[in-house]
Structures are given as C-alpha cells and as structure tokens.
C-alpha cells in the first residue's frame, strides 16, 4: 500500500489550498498536523478509492465528509448537526467494520469535536495547526530533563534582552558609521 501511495502522490497536483506539499505515506510518523489534514481531506478520497473495499471507503468518506464540514471558514448551527451524526454513524460502524479493540479513545473523542466547534468554534480556530512549528523551536531552548518551563524562561528572556540591546546599540553604530562613511 504505502509503495502504490507514494507513487501516486507524486502524480497527483496539489490543490491550490496545500501550503505545505504532503511528505510521503511512509515518514507519517513525523507529519505535522496540516499535513494529516492535507491527507484527510485531499488525498486519501483519491488514493483510498484504489487501496480499500467499498464499504471500508464509504465509511473512511463519512469521517472526511464531516471534517470537511467542521474545517469550513463559517459553520451553520445545521451544517454542525449534520457532522455529529455523521461523526456519530463513523464511531458507531468502526466496531462493526473493524473490531472492537479498534474503538480506541480517540476514536470515542471524535464524537466531542463536534461539541468543540460548539463552544471553541472552527477547529482551525484552536488546533495545533498554527502553533506546530513552535514545539521545534522550544525543543531548542531546553538542555536537560529537569526544570522545563525555568529553562524555556530562561531562554525566551535571554533572546528578548539580546533584541532590546541590538535595538538600542546597533541603531547608534549603524548612525555613527553611515557618519563616518559619507563623503562631502
């Protein structure tokens, strides 16, 4: 699966709405979030069509169908009733289709996405999406296993002092050597 998957990824445009082009099947284990929303709702209708049994498809097309939905810039009060039963009927059938040591929480959680968008608004709105690339950052700014949140501190306050000098002294340097540099 994942050999004809990758192979025909890379046959398949992207779609103008793609930001970040979709890494192979096979290194999914480090996606960012965007790109497991980029598989979910623009490849894998397409790929999975030729991968899976009809009614395996059908249902995996409920799951995208309803976070299609849900992923829309404004969401109606209907249009969200319409993804908790949809969301509703693709838990209820993973049991059916796959066996129930496959309903896993997280399965069971999608069910509450919907309540979510309700209180929080779009998922876009407040998942992981905008803040992904951070973590890299952070992870950068710890050199041991004890005291996390003192040396991301630490380390967030360094950097703010350094820009605040180069503001105050790089300014004056760059003033006095235009100065010295100008010819009458």
């Known amino acids: 699966m994942l050999f004809f998957g990758r192979n025909y990824l890379k046959r398949l445009p992207p779609p103008d709405e793609i930001r970040r082009v979709l ?14 929303r980029v ?14 049994p009809p009614k395996y498809y059908k249902h995996w097309l ?5 976070m299609h939905m849900l992923l829309k810039k404004n969401v109606s009060r209907e249009e969200i009733e319409v ?9 209820s059938q993973v049991e059916l289709l796959y066996g129930e040591d496959q309903v896993s929480y997280n399965v069971h959680l999608l069910q509450h996405v919907v309540d979510s968008d ?8 407040y998942s992981a999406f905008m803040y992904e690339d951070i973590g890299g950052t952070l992870k950068y700014t710890c050199h041991g296993s004890t005291q996390i949140g003192k040396q991301i501190f ?17 300014f004056h340097l760059r003033k006095t050597w235009s100065k010295k540099f100008i010819i009458d």
Do not use: M, N, Q
């Not at 598989?39 to 899976?52: A, D, G, N, R, T």
């Not at 993804?83 to 838990?91: E, H, T």
């Not at 309700?118 to 709105?125: E, K, Q, S």
């Not at 630490?154 to 790089?170: E, F, G, M, P, T």
């Open 23 to 36: 890494r192979p099947l096979d290194h999914r284990l480090i996606w960012k979030a965007s790109e497991f």
């Open 39 to 52: 598989w979910l709702l623009f490849y894998s209708p397409i790929v999975l069509k030729h991968l899976l």
């Open 62 to 66: 409920i799951l995208v169908k309803g």
């Open 83 to 91: 993804v908790r039963k949809l969301f509703f009927k693709f838990v």
């Open 118 to 125: 309700t209180y929080w608004g779009c998922p876009w709105a």
């Open 154 to 170: 630490a380390s967030v306050l360094k950097k703010a002092k350094a820009r605040d000098y180069a503001k105050l002294h790089i």
